[in-house]
Nanobody
Framework: VQLQASGGGLVQAGGSLRLSCAVS????????VGWSRQAPGKEREFVAG????????NYADSVKGRFTISRDNAKNTVDLQMNSLKPEDTAVYTC????????????????????WGQGTQVTVSS
């Protein structure tokens, strides 16, 4: 199983970035996927998650209304659209997945994920 994250970079505050997670070796149709982030000196925190059915999502309070997670099961990809970025969003963003029998379940506990990508750096300048 491999997860490949892309789309990170440097952006000014108020700008947007779109992260993409390509999943291989695991059918996204039966996997819940989430994004988490870790800033220097801080613990990893959940950012957003989506059920394998795609009809249920969950967001950290700090990103609600600014970030949108979506998935394309035909392409085995999960994207994170990040708008109105703030300097405090600066972190390494990582996508993760786990198999699930619950079509509509979203995992918000990052320790519940089984497979992890390598992470992509997002830097927001003020």
């Amino acid at each position: 199983v491999q997860l490949q994250a892309s789309g990170g970079g440097l952006v000014q505050a108020g700008g947007s970035l779109r992260l993409s997670c390509a999943v291989s070796g695991l059918t996204t149709r039966s996997s819940a996927v989430g994004w988490s982030r870790q800033a220097p000196g801080k613990e990893r925190e959940f950012v957003a998650g989506i059920s394998w059915s795609g009809d249920n999502t969950n967001y950290a309070d700090s990103v609600k209304g600014r970030f949108t997670i979506s998935r394309d099961n035909a392409k085995n990809t999960v994207d994170l659209q990040m708008n109105s970025l703030k300097p405090e969003d600066t972190a390494v963003y990582t996508c993760a997945a786990r198999t699930t029998l619950g079509a509509h379940y979203v995992y918000t506990d990052v320790t519940r994920y089984q497979y992890w990508g390598q992470g992509t750096q997002v830097t927001v300048s003020s």
